[in-house]
Each structure stands twice: as structure tokens, then as C-alpha cells.
């Protein structure tokens, strides 16, 4: 079974910048796709980004293109999403997901999850 932990949130002035940490343990890594989601409170879980572990195709939602980065190293079977130029809407909690899916950001689509990080965006 895959197994997601999330690190690295936090609070953080606005225009400031964070990088999240998702460590994958479990089978074949290289066969899913690895993406995050966010979920503010009274607001539906959002997918961000994510990136296809076999040939790194990446996926970012309008929301976030241009502000943020997601990436991996393989070695450490670690997904990071690098988060730039921070704005206060991008307060939520935090999640990674892994899925036999490719260029994907619809949740349902997940089958493993993470259990959340906050990021708190303060203005």
C-alpha cells in the first residue's frame, strides 16, 4: 500500500514563499502520479498540480501557474511543490495524492492521500 506524508507548511507573509514536502513510501513509484490539492475551509478541495513520476509531465490549475513549482526526486521518492509570490486566497490545508492517472487533477481520480499540512498566508 502507498503511503503520502506532507511537510514543510507553515505561516508565511504574503509574497513570501514555502516548499512542501510529500514523501511516498510503498510499490512502484515510478507508476503514479503524484499531485496536490488544497482545501480551504467552507470551499471544495481544489486541485493544484501534479506530475507524472515516468516522464515528469507536470499539470498546474490556473490558480497557481506561474507562482508555483512542482517537482521530484526520484531517489528520495519525494514530490515538492515550490510555492512563490504567496497571496492570503492561497491559505488551506495541504495535500498530496498518488494515482494511476496521468495529467489529472480531479480528486476522485486518487486513490491514496496524505494526511494535510497548513499554509496560513498572512497579509
Known amino acids: 500500500e502507498v503511503q503520502l506524508v506532507e511537510s514543510g507548511g507553515g505561516l508565511v507573509q504574503a509574497g513570501g514563499s514555502l516548499t512542501l514536502s510529500c514523501a511516498v513510501s510503498?510499490?512502484?513509484?515510478?507508476?503514479?502520479?503524484i499531485g496536490w490539492f488544497r482545501q480551504a475551509p467552507g470551499k471544495e478541495r481544489e486541485g493544484i498540480s501534479c506530475?507524472?513520476?515516468?516522464?515528469?509531465?507536470?499539470f498546474y490549475a490556473d490558480s497557481v501557474k506561474g507562482r508555483f513549482t512542482i517537482f521530484a526526486d526520484n531517489a528520495k521518492n519525494t514530490v515538492y511543490l515550490r510555492m512563490n509570490s504567496l497571496k492570503p486566497e492561497d491559505t488551506a490545508v495541504y495535500y498530496c495524492?498518488?494515482?494511476?492517472?496521468?495529467?489529472?487533477?480531479?480528486?476522485?481520480?486518487?486513490?491514496?492521500w496524505g494526511q494535510g499540512t497548513q499554509v496560513t498566508v498572512s497579509s
Open positions: 495524492a498518488a494515482g494511476l492517472v496521468r495529467n489529472t487533477a480531479v480528486a476522485a481520480a486518487y486513490a491514496y
Open positions: 506530475i507524472t513520476i515516468s516522464d515528469l509531465s507536470t
Open positions: 510503498g510499490p512502484a513509484f515510478d507508476d503514479y502520479t
